[in-house]
């Protein structure tokens, strides 16, 4: 079995927007994975927070991820966002798990937290919920 979280940090190396973004992986096992995007002020709206946008770029990430580590090449085909509470903080974190997968579609959740501090200092808030449908890719589309 290859290792996934090799094979999600290479896919995040081989996507121009994640890496501008800044994204990691924190970990993957099949069907759970964890990324993180360090804040810059560049994400934040004009009241300080994070935009609702990059909470949902982070939920749709970590859902395709979650769904690919069970059926491979996959896109999102529905996606929904509940915004709880502004996420301030200094790492975006999105914690993605199947729910329940076929052969063709998984349905996935998405917790999103904000990080402040480091190690065992680090606290975790919850920001965004999200719930989304993926289908696995049967054509690969052209460049």
Not at 23 to 34: W, Y
Not at 75 to 84: A, D, F, G, P, R
Not at 90 to 116: P, Y
């Amino acid at each position: 079995m290859h290792d996934l979280l090799a094979l999600g940090k290479l896919s995040l190396a081989q996507q121009p927007f994640s890496g501008f973004m800044g994204v990691e992986f924190e970990s993957a096992i099949p069907g759970d994975v964890v990324l993180s995007l360090p804040i810059k002020a560049e994400y934040k709206q004009n009241y300080g927070a994070v935009h609702g946008g990059v909470i949902s770029y982070m939920a749709d990430l970590g859902l395709a991820y979650a769904a690919a580590s069970q059926i491979g090449d996959c896109v999102t085909s529905e996606l929904k966002v509940n915004y709880i509470r502004p996420a301030v903080g200094e790492v975006i974190v999105a914690r993605a798990k199947s729910i329940h997968a076929s052969s063709r579609q998984v349905v996935c959740e998405c917790k999103i937290f904000c990080r402040s501090g480091v190690g065992s200092d680090a606290q975790e808030i919850l920001v965004a919920i999200a719930l989304g449908t993926i289908n696995r890719l049967m054509e690969k589309p052209e460049k």
